[in-house]
Every structure is written in C-alpha cells, then in structure tokens.
C-alpha cells in the first residue's frame, strides 16, 4: 500500500467544539474511508467517498474527497464525549490497486 | 447478522507455540483480510483473500499463513509463535475492494 501521512496525531476536544483531521498521499487515490475506532474495538467504518470533491456527511461528521485525489479531510461538529477514540483514513490507490493503505491515526479525547 | 466475529479474544502463547485465528463474515461479502495493529503503526495488511479459493501475500506475512476455508471463513496461523507477533490481529471483509468491515480483533502475546 501507499503510505499516507495523517494529522494531527493527537488532538483534544472541549464539548461543542469543531475539530478538523486530515490525510494525504504522494499518490492518487480512487477512494477514500474513514474508520473511528473505540478501545479495544475494531474500527467502525464512519464514510466512505469515491469521488474528486466529494462532501459527505453522516451525522455530526462530514468528509470531502481532494480535488487533487491526494488528500481527505475529516470534520467533527460540536464535538461531544463519546466522539473520544481514534480516527483512521484509508485509502484505495488507483487504477486498480486492491490493498487499502491506513493513515497512522488521529488520537481524539476529550481536554479535562 | 452478526457482522465480522474473531476467535479467540484474547491469547497468551508460549515461544515456538502454534495457534490459528478464526475469522467468520455472514456478509456473502467476497474478500477478506488479516490486519496487525501495533502502537503507533496503524493497520498492517498480513494475508487477504480477493475470493474463494485465492490468498495473497499482504505488507507483512512472514511467520504466518492463511486458509480461505471457505466463502464465509479465512484462518490465520502462527506455526512458531516469536514475541514480535505480540499484536492485536483484526480480520476484514468487504463485497469488493472498497469498504471493508473489521471484527472485533484478537489480543495476542507472546511470551
């Protein structure tokens, strides 16, 4: 797989607060995933987009597809406790590349 | 459905001891895949199946080897345990390529 590079590693949130993540590759991308994964839990799919430019949202959460196909963007709204965990983008090289390369991860909790 | 299931749960293996995941999907998905996690590494690709009766080599499948038993399962098997195997071991599935679905992961040490 191709490695991806996410950011920030770590980050804490206050409830109510935005919070933003984001990914990016050396290569082109045709598809982008994002998991969320809870301790000791495997990682949960959150979205999935397939197409340059792509905006979509699935609840408080909504990601976007590059323009460039090299990169991926994650947006929590008003963040609130069990948004804690760890965020994971994958991507799916093209043209036809069949092994997802995962991003090391963004460490969300929650600032005391 | 019950999704991706994982046996065991949690495994304490001597060195040089031998053991097998279990991985079953009820999905019908096609494909399936063998994760590592370790700390700070992400997911590692291990061994996946693009369908029944194929496997490949994945980013790091040295020590381990796998059976696509059939469409709903795919074994992984350590046949000498070593400490560097010490990881949590999570098994995918998806319809294609794309979206996969993780199960809940096996927690494995190695003495």
């Known amino acids: 797989g191709q490695q991806l590079n996410q950011s920030p590693q770590s980050m804490f949130i206050q409830e109510g607060e935005d919070v933003s993540m984001n990914c990016t590759s050396s290569s082109i991308f045709n598809t982008w995933l994002w998991y969320k994964q809870d301790p000791g839990e495997g990682p949960v799919l959150l979205i999935a987009?397939?197409?340059?430019?792509e905006l979509t949202s699935n609840g408080r959460l909504t990601a976007q597809f590059g323009i460039t196909r090299k990169d991926s963007f994650l947006n929590i709204s008003a963040s609130i406790p069990s948004d804690v965990g760890i965020y994971f983008c994958?991507?799916?090289?093209?043209?036809?590349?069949?092994?997802?390369?995962f991003g090391a991860g963004t460490t969300v909790t929650v600032r005391a | 459905n019950a999704g991706v299931t994982q046996t065991p749960k949690f495994q304490v293996l001597k060195t040089g001891q031998s053991m097998t995941l279990q991985c079953a999907q009820d999905?019908?998905?096609?494909?399936m895949y063998w994760y590592r996690q370790d700390p700070g590494m992400g997911l590692r690709l291990i061994y996946y199946?693009?369908?029944?009766?194929?496997?490949d080599k994945g980013e790091v499948p040295n020590g381990y080897n796998v059976s696509r038993l059939n469409k709903r399962e795919f074994s992984l098997r350590l046949e000498s345990a070593a400490p560097s195997q010490t990881s949590v071991y999570f098994c995918a599935s998806s319809i294609d390529y794309n979206e996969q679905f993780f199960g809940p992961g096996t927690r494995l040490t190695v003495l």
């Open positions: 994958a991507g799916l090289g093209f043209p036809n590349d069949y092994k997802l390369s």
């Open positions: 999905m019908n998905h096609n494909s």
């Open positions: 199946s693009a369908s029944e009766g194929t496997t």
């Open positions: 987009l397939y197409k340059a430019g």
